[in-house]
């Protein structure tokens, strides 16, 4: 059985940087594709960066430039370094594994999230 852990929310001033982790315990077939996802309040749930097994990276537009994901070298731990933070990314930020690109359908495992609050 597969579990995502994620780490590293809380509140921050705009302008400001937060750095997210996602530890995987269990396997999973790395091929697919692992990342960030999010659901601010009273929207539904959006992609925002995941790595493919492909060696494909995608990031949502409104966070490219700011946001950047990386993985260990195990493979079982991806970071989401989050700057220049705005408003409008406070949400609640969900770790995925083993789908593909955003499509969320995909995803076999999701943990249980991370408050991100931007505020003045």
């Known amino acids: 059985q597969v579990q995502l852990e994620e780490s590293g929310g809380g509140s921050v001033q705009p302008g400001l940087s937060l750095r997210l982790s996602c530890s995987a315990s269990g396997y999973f077939f790395s091929g697919y594709c692992m990342g960030w996802f999010r659901q601010a309040p009273g929207k539904e749930r959006e992609g925002v960066a995941v790595?493919?097994?492909?060696?494909?990276?995608t990031y949502a537009e409104s966070v490219k430039g700011r946001f950047s994901i990386s993985q260990g070298s195990a493979e079982n731990t991806v970071w989401l370094q989050m700057n220049d933070l705005q408003f409008e990314d406070t949400a609640t930020y969900y770790c995925?594994?083993?789908?593909?690109?955003?499509?969320?359908?995909?995803?076999?495992?999701w943990g249980q999230g991370t408050q991100v609050t931007v505020s003045s």
């Open positions: 995925a594994a083993e789908g593909w690109h955003f499509e969320q359908n995909t995803y076999a495992y």
């Open positions: 790595l493919c097994g492909d060696g494909t990276t």
